[in-house]
């Protein structure tokens, strides 16, 4: 046979192989879905240029009055999808929460969190899926989290008496960094049992270190957005500044290990907090006969506690002052918060409000709600990574997506919130929605402050506590008023840029003990 010939055979033999190809091809093309409508772009930047970074909740909410509940975006080489409905909002996290239950590979994110140890940044797989169990099971279980019931009642009766000192001297209360200092000690103490003093030398290098750390956490790094000039990031010494934090860190929190496997000498404090509870999980699992592949090992311990701090103060913290802001601008809803609790402890003849209590303060409960509703901490939710393609009404999103919830959006929607940028609590009374029982853990999808399905916060009820427990001891204790010269309208409600909702200018408020004349 010649060469011919042996060609002929050859395309013949091949021929339904190709037509088949180009069937597959023809047919893909016709039955492929377009991707969720967006604002254009430009070339290898996509909408970098465009994106506001100051307030990227506000800003994607305008953009899909324009685009719709599902939109997308290109940030450099990065596919985003942004959800704004709550019906959408359930088809990510619910009807389809397996294919966007992943997160993002992001630098900062990935090196801080011991590439993916913990369980906020972690990729959805076995690893996350056991360090979530040992979160829900022995950390933030109901019994734990009632076990630091004395600590956080000792941390409000001390931000108290700070604040009663300052209104016996007549000055004024910088409410934001009161409140801020004791959710931060709080979780200090339940975290790794001991707390820092922000005026001495340890109490500075904490709150630095904190500080840097959050910054490297949401830096920008080419890498993630160019990944074909990420030696830029080398260049310009973002990845040593970086690492530089990385290794403060873990000098931090191997520190914070050791203290606590000096059993002879280690304070009292530090018996039952989160690293005490970790170090005997890893004691149990190297002495059991266990053949799970999953090893406990001391870098998930610092992992977590990124988690712990970074999740445990801001949110708390700006969920109480967003509420004494509301407040502030609705002094009849103050006065009626007040009156509730007063009647509450005059008929229990108490004189502060404790943890028992706050589950009979219905009006209580309400503003807080109101007030994740109108305030989430954050306001994005961690972003979503999709594991693999996916139809979404209609629209194809891609593996490899970054999605963004945007919770400050879907507590908005006009489906399902009357008035919904008026802070009414009344609306929460009777537990119902437009006749819908409304809880806080991301049941139903139009009130999602803490995240729902597998990537919900574990930390709700903790949360809950610290900021309930404060508010209602704030309101129980003192009438508050604002600067001479400064009325209610002039209460601004900017916010830092960031991935916690923190207001951007301190609230500053008179204290005046109830009871006391002017």
């Known amino acids: 046979m010649d060469l011919q010939q042996l060609l002929l055979l050859l ?81 990510v996290m619910k009807n389809h929460d397996l294919v966007f239950c992943s997160r993002p590979p992001m630098v900062g994110q990935l090196k801080l969190s011991y590439n993916g140890l913990d369980i906020a940044l972690a990729p959805y797989n076995e690893k996350w899926r056991e360090m979530r169990k040992i979160c829900v099971l022995h950390l933030l279980s109901i019994k734990r989290v009632q076990s630091f019931r004395p600590v956080r009642e000792d941390e409000v009766s001390r931000m108290i008496g700070k604040i009663r000192r300052e209104a016996a001297d007549h000055k004024i209360t910088n409410l934001s960094a009161t409140v801020m200092s004791y959710a931060t000690t709080l979780i200090c103490r339940v975290a790794f049992g001991k707390s820092y003093n922000e005026e001495d030398h340890e109490g500075r290098r904490f709150s630095n270190l904190l500080r840097d750390a959050q910054n490297a956490f949401v830096g920008f790094y080419f890498t993630d957005f160019f990944p074909k000039i990420g030696w830029l990031d080398h260049f310009t010494g973002r990845l040593s500044r970086l690492e530089k934090v990385f290794q403060e860190l873990d000098s931090f929190y191997q520190e914070l290990i050791d203290e606590h496997l000096d059993y002879a000498n280690r304070p009292k404090s530090m018996d039952g907090d989160i690293i005490d509870l970790m170090l005997q999980l890893i004691q149990v699992n190297s002495s059991s006969s266990s053949t799970s592949s999953f090893q406990l090992t001391m870098d998930h311990i610092k992992a977590m506690l990124m988690d712990v701090l970074f999740g445990g103060t801001g949110t708390s913290a700006s969920t109480i002052i967003w ?196």
């Open 11 to 91: 395309l013949l033999t091949l021929l339904p192989v190709i037509i088949l190809l180009i069937l597959r091809h023809k047919n893909g093309r016709v039955h492929r879905r377009p991707p969720p409508p967006g604002p254009p772009g430009i070339p290898v930047i996509g909408n970098l240029h465009q994106f506001d970074h100051s307030a990227p909740h506000k800003y994607l909410y305008q953009l899909a009055q324009k685009y719709g509940p599902l939109l997308s975006l290109k940030l450099g080489s990065l596919p985003v999808v942004v959800v704004s409905t709550a019906r959408m909002a359930e088809e």
């Open 323 to 518: 509420a004494m802001t509301a407040l502030m601008k609705n002094p009849t809803m103050m006065k009626k918060l007040q009156n509730e609790i007063n009647d509450f402890l005059e008929k229990q003849q108490k004189t502060t409000v404790d943890e028992d209590d706050v589950e009979k303060l219905p009006y209580l409960k309400a503003v807080v709600k109101e007030t994740l509703r109108l305030y989430p901490p954050a306001p994005l939710l961690l972003p979503r990574y999709t594991v693999e393609n996916c139809v979404l009404d209609g629209y194809e999103v891609h593996s490899s997506s970054i999605v963004y919830v945007n919770a400050w959006a879907v507590a908005r929607d006009p489906e399902h919130w009357e008035n919904p940028d008026e802070f009414l609590p009344e609306r929460f009374l009777d537990g119902k929605v437009n006749n819908v029982d409304i809880d806080i853990s991301g049941r139903e999808f139009q009130f999602i402050p803490f995240g729902a399905g597998r990537r919900g916060c574990p930390g709700i009820s903790m949360g809950l506590l610290t900021v309930e427990l404060a508010l209602a001891n704030l309101l129980r204790t003192f009438d508050w008023e604002l600067p001479p010269g400064m009325k209610k309208e002039g209460i601004d409600t900017d916010v830092v840029p960031g991935l916690t909702m923190l207001k951007k200018n301190d609230l500053r408020l008179f204290a005046r003990q109830v009871g006391a004349t002017s």
